[in-house]
Each structure stands twice: as C-alpha cells, then as structure tokens.
C-alpha cells in the first residue's frame, strides 16, 4: 500500500475540464500578448520590394524606368510622422523615376491630413509624384485630402489621365476613384487611349482589376493597396481577414486577371492594431522592362 501511495504521487495529475480552459486561456493570453508586442516592435521595420514589370508594348523609351509606390499610410495614433518622414527618405533614396501614392493617407480624424500632406512634400522625382484616394480619404473628407495633397506638390487623379511623355513616346498613368465611394468607369477614363498604348492604373483597391476587366480595355499593370497584405499573417493559414471582395486572391505582392497584372502592396501603415505579424510594412520599387 505504501509502495502504490508512492507511486500514485509520481504519476501524472489528472486534469479536469475547468483546469484545462483555464491553462488554454492562458496560454493564448500569453501567445497573444507576446504575438502583439513581436507586432508592435517589427511594425515599423520597412522592406523596400524591388519588383520588375514586363510589359509588352512598352516604348523602349520607357525601359527601365522605376516607380515607387508607398501606400496605406494611415497618419494617426499609430503611425508617426517621424516614421513618415523615414519612409519617405527610404523612397527618396532608391531614386525612382516616379512616385505613386496610392491612398489612405490619414486613419482617426481631419487633423492628420495636413501634417501628413507636409511629410509627403519632401518626396522627389524626376517625373513627379500622383495620387490617388482611398477609403479612408473619403471618411475625413476627399476634397480635403487632394486639396492638402495638392498644396504638397502632389499631382492627384482622381478619374483622370495623364502621359509622360520621353523621346517622342508616351507612357499612360490612369488614377480611379476609391472603388465604393467613387463613380469611376473605366470605359470612360480611357476613351482617349490608343488600345495598343502601354497603359498604367493606380488604384487603391486591387478588386478594381476586375472592373476593367469587365468594362474596360485590358491594362497593363494596376497597382492598389488597402489589404495590407492582412497585416497579420498566422503560419500555415495565411491572414484571418483580408479586405477584398475576392478573399485572398489579390491579398499581396503580383497577380493576375488574365493579360494583366495587378500588384497589391502590404502598405506601410497600420490600422486597428498598432502591430504586423509575418507581414512587414513595404515600399516597392517597379522596374518597367519591355516584354
């Protein structure tokens, strides 16, 4: 008896339900409060994405030029401008060609918008800097947005065009309206535009490709954002939620829809929780080459 008391004392307790939710929640109270400080500590930690485009009626006057895309920049409680202004050197010295910003410049009020405007006025180059608006914009006021974008020395389309034109050649820059609060129709925006033209679209929500698929003629390379890449990223399961009508699809980095191509960059800023997880804040560099 003594020998089986003995024993008993060394075997493995045995748990009761109440006992084992309460060591889960535990558990996953921890692994989440560390997951979320992990996020808050890399959320600023920015990857510059250097991504070639083919494209097959690119004027050779084209090859080789470089655009920089910054995007989901949510001014607000959870991004600084300090942070805003380092991103903006980061972009500033990669040398691009030109800069797309493709919306979402302010996240939690009217009083983001300006100083945010301000940081971005020290972005160059060479074939300037376009805009267009996203969701967020239009929940603080769109004309403020491109009024205050417009001060900093931004070019800002909304459903509107523009060419660049080198040696001769042109190059289309399309930029659309946010997709639900907008009026864009992609027929009409590139009426002017010869078919065979190179053409590119900045959009803020990548879903905007199949609205040119279906109305439009074919582009050649939209670049969107607004997903954040999910923002948090679990192994295995990939992002929980994902802004898009169209799931995972368009979630991050290059697609397609058929001939064209649509790029969905993470963003750099971040909205309802100060963090990112397997999902680092990105500036892209594209290189346009001829296909």
Not at 10 to 18: A, M, V
Not at 200 to 222: C, G, K, T, W
Request: aromatic residues 8%.
């Amino acid at each position: 008896m003594k020998w089986s008391a003995q024993l008993a004392e060394k075997l493995p307790k045995k748990w009761t339900r109440r006992e084992v939710l309460k060591l889960s929640a535990a558990s996953a109270t921890v692994i989440g409060l560390g997951g979320l400080s992990y996020g808050f500590a890399v959320r600023d930690r920015v990857e510059v994405s250097r991504v070639p485009v083919k494209i097959t009626n690119l004027p050779a006057a084209f090859d080789g030029l470089t655009i920089a895309q910054l995007s989901d920049i949510h001014h607000g409680p959870y991004t600084g401008l300090e942070y805003i202004r380092r991103c903006v050197e980061i972009t500033n010295s990669l040398q691009p060609d030109l800069i797309a910003l493709t919306g979402d410049f302010t996240f939690a009020g009217r009083r983001y918008v300006e100083p945010c405007a301000e940081a971005l006025r020290g972005l160059k180059a060479r074939a300037g800097v376009y805009a267009v608006l996203g969701n967020h914009d239009y929940y603080v006021g769109a004309s403020h947005v491109a009024r205050a974008l417009k001060n900093a020395g931004c070019n800002v389309l909304i459903d509107a065009l523009d060419a660049i034109e080198y040696r001769g050649d042109k190059l289309w820059l399309a930029g659309v309206d946010d997709l639900y609060y907008g009026s864009t129709n992609p027929k009409q925006l590139l009426r002017d535009v010869p078919p065979e033209s190179a053409k590119i679209v900045l959009a803020h929500n990548p879903d905007f490709i199949e609205e040119f698929a279906a109305r439009s003629q074919p582009v050649d390379l939209l670049i969107a954002g607004h997903t954040h890449g999910g923002q948090i990223r679990l192994p295995l399961l990939g992002a929980p939620q994902i802004s898009s009508e169209y799931g995972q699809r368009y979630a991050m980095g290059m697609n397609r829809k058929g001939a064209m191509q649509v790029y969905t960059t993470r963003g750099i800023g971040t909205i309802l929780l100060p963090a990112r997880f397997d999902c680092p804040p990105e500036i892209v560099l594209f290189t346009l080459r001829q296909a």
